[in-house]
């Protein structure tokens, strides 16, 4: 909030000192960039800034950032945080890309009377308010890559394929929590019931490490597969996994585990009645 | 109180569980299931809940129980046609249905149960009639 004198002020004094504020600011800013941005760019940002501070300042009455008519600085705030997020700034160098302001605004201020230590206080507290609006749009700007990243994994992550007539795999890659095991059950038994097999692998080669919640959820997608008629076989099961699940005294019951892939569909095809031979060519 | 139709085909019983079940029609349909086996003798009993959006743990129970009583009658029980949100239901309340036998569908249902029958249908060839063993051998099996 900067009072209706303060702003008035100030946006005189952004307008008459345009170009060497804008030199100030953005050799300031450069400083603290730790020179991640280029000049041309930066330039180009501090130029969208000030012009946005002063369409919002320009009004007779207080400003304020909320207010309708801040919009426009809002909006071009909310687009260089959002860039950076994205590009991997951190959200301090924004934010000191915001507060080189009040550098660049004070080495500009001349004479030292009350009113102008109180404006530059009042706009001062204006310039924090404009970085912690920065950084809080960083944060949700980054809040929402992770989501949409979460999203992407989970659909990346759990592909369903038909190895053979009647047979299904499903290659899990990466740990398993309740959620993707969620999706995983879903998808297999959705493609159980659309491709009529009677078989489905779970491999779990890509599976980091299995502990009892991991076993868990594996075991609760074999006996839903078991429900709707589809017999489930584990593969892919490492010698180091062999031995967690033993130490932790996981037991997979009658359900058949095999080591390799190779071995799960083998003996599947031989389950469904077909049987795998090689042929021997015969010396002419 | 609606009714579920048990039909009988050569060996083996079909019930399609077409209506929403509620205690009683699962309480009656047990009772009318278990009268039928004993009454025509079938071997197989193939339980169809394709149709079923919903299986709480009374009905999961009366499934289980179904499976037991007609196994103490010499029938199996298949259930088949169970929808993925119907199992990752039954998962997450921990009803895995023990004893009973699960399908796709009625088709693979009927081979299932065909593939348990064949013996005990030899069986019952070789004693009555020694004669025509050869021919009975794979030939009109489920025939008794």
């Not at chain 1, 260089?80 to 009040?102: H, M, V």
């Not at chain 1, 929402?144 to 992407?152: K, P, T, W």
């Not at chain 1, 959620?179 to 659309?194: F, K």
């Not at chain 1, 868990?216 to 593969?235: D, F, N, P, Y």
């Amino acid at each position: 909030m900067l009072n209706a004198g303060s702003s008035a002020r100030f946006a005189q004094l952004l307008t008459d000192q345009q170009d060497q504020l804008l030199k100030r600011w953005a050799t300031l800013s450069l400083r603290g960039g730790r020179g991640r941005a280029t000049e041309a760019e930066l330039v180009a940002q501090i130029t969208d800034l000030h012009a946005a501070l002063l369409s919002a300042l320009r009004a007779d009455a207080e400003t304020d950032l909320q207010a309708e008519e801040a919009a426009e600085l809002r909006a071009t705030l909310a687009e260089l945080s959002g860039t950076r997020a994205r590009r991997g700034f951190t959200p301090g160098e924004t934010a000191s890309t915001i507060l080189s302001l009040k550098d660049a605004v004070f080495e500009g201020l001349d004479g030292a009377d009350s009113t102008v230590l109180s404006d530059f206080v009042n706009f001062s507290r204006f310039v924090d308010e404009l970085a912690l609006f920065t950084f809080e749009t960083y944060v949700q700007t980054r809040e929402e890559v992770i989501v949409e990243q979460n999203h992407q994994l989970l659909e990346l992550s759990t592909p369903v394929i038909k190895l053979w007539d009647g047979v299904l795999a499903v290659p899990l890659v990466g740990t398993l929590d309740s959620a993707r095991s969620q999706v995983v059950m879903e998808s297999l038994l959705q493609a159980l019931v659309d491709t009529g097999s009677a078989y489905a692998i779970l491999d779990i080669t890509g599976v980091p490490a299995v502990d009892t919640q991991v076993a868990q959820h594996i075991l609760k997608t074999v006996m839903a597969a078991r429900l709707m008629g589809a017999e489930c076989i584990i593969s892919g099961i490492r010698p180091q996994i062999a031995q967690t699940v033993v130490s932790l005294g996981i037991e997979f019951g009658d359900i058949v585990t095999k080591a390799s892939l190779a071995d799960a569909l083998l003996h599947t095809l031989r389950a469904s009645g077909s049987d795998v031979v090689r042929r021997t060519r015969r010396a002419s | 109180m609606e009714r579920v139709p048990v039909l009988k085909i050569r060996d083996t019983l079909l019930v399609s569980i077409q209506v929403d079940m509620d205690d009683h029609t699962a309480l009656a349909l047990q009772d009318d299931l278990t009268e039928r086996i004993v009454d025509t003798g079938a071997h197989g009993v193939i339980i169809d809940i394709t149709a079923l959006d919903i299986v709480d743990s009374f009905i999961g129970r009366m499934l289980s129980t179904i499976a037991s009583v007609s196994r103490v009658l010499d029938a199996e029980t298949v259930v088949v046609g169970m929808r993925p949100a119907v199992a990752i239901t039954l998962v997450e309340l921990g009803l895995s249905l023990p004893g009973v036998r699960t399908a796709l569908n009625v088709e693979r249902g009927m081979d299932l149960l065909a593939r348990t029958a064949p013996a005990r249908a030899d069986a019952i060839f070789d004693e009555a009639d020694d004669d025509h063993h050869d021919d009975s051998v794979g030939d009109g099996v489920l025939t008794s």
